[in-house]
């Protein structure tokens, strides 16, 4: 791709994420209202999950002082859920482009990427929700949103790379789609989302899930937005170097496989 | 290839010894336990669709690519339009090329004609100011104005067509690769995008159109490729390389009953004669009375067949396509070897070359007996006609009236 085709197809990126947008709500009676109730309303649902069916402990943040454990869960939800959401709606965007690769030459990559920017936004949507939230039980957390942002940054490219792998991969297997549906569930689990990790007794299995990449950006937002401390430098690089090698790896990847798209479905 | 006409010399596009094959898999792994259980192979044969071509195209040229079903020209334009990637060779592009695959691709049934508008055109590259600037001559070029912000959904499929070719054209591209040309829409609409592809020629843009069509090469095309089994068979000036094609094609099938005669009838079609005065003439003169014989032989009876002869200049225009039905005269069963005359007296052909196709099918004329392709040519030669125009003359007469018309002198 020569720099002005390049130029040129920013611009597709921008109206394909737009399309996404704009189709989402398409026939839904409340439209764009919905992408702020599902969070409302998840919200709702684990604060009474939470409160007074299963009374978790709630972990004390650390400089906020919170003992709020549906602000926890919602803190290193965030951002697993854009993370999976997204992977679970760009899988099958290579597929679903067919008719397009196969007719018109464009770089394939926008598919995945306008999905991904598309769940970007309303993760956006869902963190203001989650901010108005923290200001209801006391907690400043205007100015976290500041390093919450580079810490999106960093997992909006991890996302990618995963998204970019798995979507391509996907053309030629289409298992991959059921494949994901398995290893979300143990990303999610092994991420300290629904719990904290000084429940857990075994010593090998702590330090995997602190090792583990979706458990480190976990623990980076708790951090962030619950106790409102940053995240430690070794974190920081960890997330970093999760998110750049993926990243490389899955354009890469992609790259190897698109020539082949047009063919092959 | 020296024979490009009117090239100012540049290369547009150069294909340099091109190759591309497709897996055709005899059991696809689709899923992993496939892909497992056969050893992490996928068995499949290899088939070549393009081997070793090489064709350079000039800028201002107008290039027709024909060739065969499978002969290898889609797959051809696909790489040229660098939606497929060949196996070995190279293919440079020194133009802004739009390739016309297929009209509305990636068009979004529930966004606005609009969305759509700005959507498709930054699939096919343009920029975003780009496609502001023209958005008014696309919406004015399809004719859509009062619907341009309803979703594409609610449009008919003329609609849709009319506002793809709209968006597709207004690109603006230096080079036009197309697969076929175009019929969408009604008339005036085919018209208006004909105009557009003459105008766009006239500019001295490029273009490259692939297609089986034969005849819309040699209207359009400054020079006709011929593909063949994925190698370039000929390539020069259209009439040439056409008849050539149009040859071959005939004769392969004659001899192999291949796609140019199709029909499982017991009753063929064995020739065709061009009588005139009893003789069977390679040319004919406009206004000769002309018999066209048609023999043919049955192996066992068959009933009620309509025999049918149809007319078209060399380029593909159907001139007239008479069958015994329309006339009444239908044998109740033919069996064995005989003909069948069609006489037309006064021949209101005018000059050309001609060919002859022939057609035996059933009653309802949907079962086809015998089709016959190109089953022979004829050349009309200037006779009693004064006119050279068109395709037919009605030996007409003008009549003038008015005050101010003075006495009429004889034109020799």
């Known amino acids: 791709m020569s720099l002005r085709t390049a130029v040129a197809h920013r611009n597709l990126l921008y109206l394909l994420t737009l399309k996404e947008l704009r189709t989402r709500y398409r026939k839904s009676i409340l439209g764009w209202a919905w992408s702020l109730l599902n969070p409302l309303s998840q919200m709702m649902i684990f604060s009474v999950i939470f409160l007074y069916v299963f009374k978790a402990e709630p972990p004390v943040g ?86 919450m942002l580079m810490l999106m940054a960093l997992v909006t490219l991890f996302t990618t790379g995963v998204a970019l792998f798995l979507s391509a991969a996907n053309v030629f297997f289409h298992d991959i789609n059921y494949l994901w549906g398995i290893g979300a569930q143990i990303l999610f689990y092994s991420s300290p989302i629904i719990y904290v990790t000084s429940i857990i007794e075994v010593d090998a299995l702590r330090t995997a899930i602190n090792l583990g990449p979706t458990g480190a950006f976990v623990q980076a937002s708790q951090n962030i937005l619950y106790d409102g401390i940053w995240p430690s430098f070794a974190r920081w690089t960890q997330v970093a170097l999760y998110s750049v090698s993926v990243f490389a790896f899955g354009a890469w990847a992609f790259n190897r496989m698109s020539p082949r798209f047009a063919e092959e479905l | 290839m020296s024979d490009a006409v009117g090239s100012a010399g540049e290369i547009a596009l150069r294909v340099d010894s091109v190759t591309k094959s497709f897996r055709i898999h005899s059991e696809r792994a689709n899923s992993l336990k496939q892909f497992i259980a056969s050893g992490g192979r996928n068995r499949y044969e290899e088939f070549l669709a393009l081997q070793d071509v090489s064709l350079d195209v000039q800028v201002g040229e107008a290039v027709g690519i024909i060739g065969h079903n499978g002969s290898g020209k889609s797959t051809l334009l696909k790489c040229m339009a660098k939606i497929l990637t060949p196996e070995s060779g190279t293919i440079t592009v020194n133009k802004r090329m739009a390739a016309l695959l297929e009209l509305g691709a990636g068009f979004h049934p529930e966004l606005s004609g609009r969305d759509n508008v700005f959507l498709n055109a930054a699939i096919l590259g343009m920029a975003r100011k780009e496609i502001a600037d023209r958005f008014d001559e696309i919406v004015a070029f399809s004719g859509l104005e009062q619907f341009i912000d309803s979703p594409v959904k609610t449009y008919s499929s003329g609609m849709y067509v009319r506002l793809a070719f709209a968006v597709a054209i207004n690109v603006d591209p230096d080079m036009l690769l197309i697969d076929e040309i175009l019929a969408v829409g009604d008339i005036s609409f085919q018209q208006k995008c004909m105009e557009k592809f003459v105008q766009f020629r006239n500019e001295g843009r490029t273009l490259v159109l692939v297609t089986h069509d034969s005849g819309s090469v040699r209207h359009f095309c400054d020079r006709a490729i011929w593909l063949d089994h994925g190698q370039i068979r000929a390539s020069g000036p259209p009439a040439d390389v056409i008849d050539e094609y149009n040859e071959v094609m005939l004769n392969a099938d004659r001899a192999e009953d291949g796609s140019m005669r199709r029909g499982d009838g017991p009753v063929r079609v064995t020739g065709v004669e061009v009588l005139v005065g009893g003789v069977d003439a390679p040319s004919v003169r406009t206004g000769d009375d002309v018999v066209f014989r048609i023999r043919f032989e049955a192996d066992k009876p068959v009933e009620q067949p309509v025999f049918a002869l149809k007319i078209a200049t060399l380029a593909g225009v159907e001139v007239t396509a008479p069958s015994t039905r329309d006339a009444g005269d239908v044998p109740d069963t033919v069996a064995g070897v005989g003909h069948v005359d069609l006489r037309v007296d006064a021949l209101p052909l005018l000059p050309g070359p001609h060919v002859l196709h022939t057609e035996v099918t059933g009653w309802g004329r949907t079962h086809v007996f015998d089709h016959l392709q190109n089953a022979r040519s004829f050349d009309v030669h200037a006779g009693d006609s004064p006119e050279t125009d068109g395709l037919v003359t009605f030996r007409p007469s003008w009549t003038w009236t008015g005050d101010g018309v003075s006495q009429r002198r004889s034109t020799p």
């Open chain 1, 62 to 147: 650390e400089k906020s002082g919170l003992e709020v454990f549906p602000l926890y869960f919602l803190s290193g939800l965030l951002p697993f859920q854009f993370f999976q959401i997204s992977v679970t709606a760009a899988i099958g965007s290579v597929q679903g482009g067919a008719s397009l690769i196969k007719k018109v030459a464009f770089p394939h990559e926008q598919l995945v990427l306008s999905i991904v920017f598309a769940q970007l936004i309303t993760a956006g949507i869902e963190l203001a929700v989650l901010a108005v939230a923290f200001l209801i039980f006391g907690h400043m957390v205007l100015p976290w949103l500041i390093p």
